[in-house]
């Protein structure tokens, strides 16, 4: 909060308007007008939750109370939709997108489908981050880790840009983990579909938060297994599930393996495309921290069992730009573990 307004007030004494000149010309900007949430994902999943629930709450702290309308779009593991808002979406702050935290990388690691220089959006704050789990439906063969390099383990996935394509590669190339990708599904709840009907072992890169919006009996009905946790920490209640930096232990491998799970901390990203108005970035940002604080959105989301965790837009910004000043050698080996 005090980084959001230092910024805001950084701004404005580098200009010539005062505070309630910038929230009056806002609020003259935005009444009467929708806000477009462009959301990476089909219907039915955690991001989908999680941009639904901002939805409702979001706007009643945006100057001028605009409406909002949420935009599915899916497809190519977030590619589809951070492709969009690089290029397409009109750069007035009249559109935001909730995308998949891997996009925050993607640039960088994923370079062949990303049409965009992650360091240019104008983010605007991060909602949560937590790591992701590769699980096995109950009737897979897959119990555990050490399972991995001797029996098969298909997993779906969205795309190529998406954690449930990246981390089973990661596996492969790691522990001589027997993976399979099978990609196109439109969404992550239609993976859990493939799960139960038997078309896949499992998936990879699923939040403990998007498991229990999606199938929230499948863990305490035990029927599926956790395998592995994908990210910089351990997800505090399952201290007993390997995390995969703790599997290794060439330190190149390890910083390379860090660069990929960055992305974890920025799990639930908001953006907006490159180059809007800065004093409309500061009334955005500023709407979304005052709806991180108010109850009425953290009683909805704790109703969900959605994570909130919120990192500011520009700390946001401050840890992409860091992220992206490795080295090629990093890069190249982070390259090299997800090919």
């Keep these: 909060m005090m980084n959001i307004r230092l910024a805001c ?10 505070v309630g000149e910038v929230n009056a010309q806002s609020a003259d900007f935005y009444r009467g007008k929708q806000i477009q949430l462009v959301v990476s994902t089909a219907t039915g999943g955690g991001y989908d939750a999680y941009a639904r629930t901002l939805a409702r709450h979001f706007v009643h702290h945006v100057p001028g109370t605009p409406s909002i309308v ?4 899916p497809g190519a593991g977030g590619l589809r939709a951070t492709n969009h808002m690089y290029n397409s979406a009109a750069a007035d702050g009249t559109v935001i997108g909730l995308v998949h935290g891997s ?11 990303a049409q965009f220089d992650a360091r240019k959006f104008s983010w605007v704050g991060n909602i949560d981050g937590e790591p992701g789990f590769c699980a096995a439906w109950h009737a897979s063969p897959v119990k555990s880790i050490s399972d991995l390099k001797t029996r098969e383990f298909v997993v779906g996935s ?33 993976v859990a579909l493939a799960m139960e009907r038997g078309e896949v072992d499992g998936r990879c890169s699923w939040p403990i938060s998007a498991i229990e919006v999606m199938r929230p009996t499948w863990l305490p009905d035990k029927r599926i297994n956790l395998l592995v946790q994908f990210g910089l920490e351990k997800h505090p209640n399952f201290p007993d599930v390997p995390l995969i930096t703790e599997l290794v232990s060439d330190p190149d491998t390890k910083a390379a393996l860090e660069l990929i799970l960055a992305e974890r901390e920025l799990l639930r990203p908001i953006m907006a495309p490159p180059g809007i108005p800065p004093a409309r970035l500061s009334i955005l940002r500023k709407a979304f921290i005052d709806t991180m604080a108010n109850p009425a959105f ?6 969900q069992s959605l994570g909130v965790n919120p990192m500011d837009g520009a700390k946001m910004q401050n840890l992409i730009e860091r992220v992206h000043k490795v080295s090629p050698e990093l890069v190249k080996r982070a390259l090299e573990l997800i090919s």
């Design 70 to 73: 949420v935009q599915n779009m």
């Design 103 to 113: 996009m925050t990388t993607a640039d960088l690691l994923t370079p062949d489908g």
């Design 9 to 18: 007030a950084a701004l404005l004494a580098a200009g010539t308007l005062t």
């Design 158 to 190: 969205t795309g190529s840009g998406a954690g449930l394509d990246i981390h089973p590669r990661v596996l492969a190339k790691l522990l001589g983990a027997k993976t399979r990708v099978i990609s196109g599904y439109p969404g992550g709840a239609d």
């Design 298 to 303: 953290v009683a909805d989301a704790n109703k």
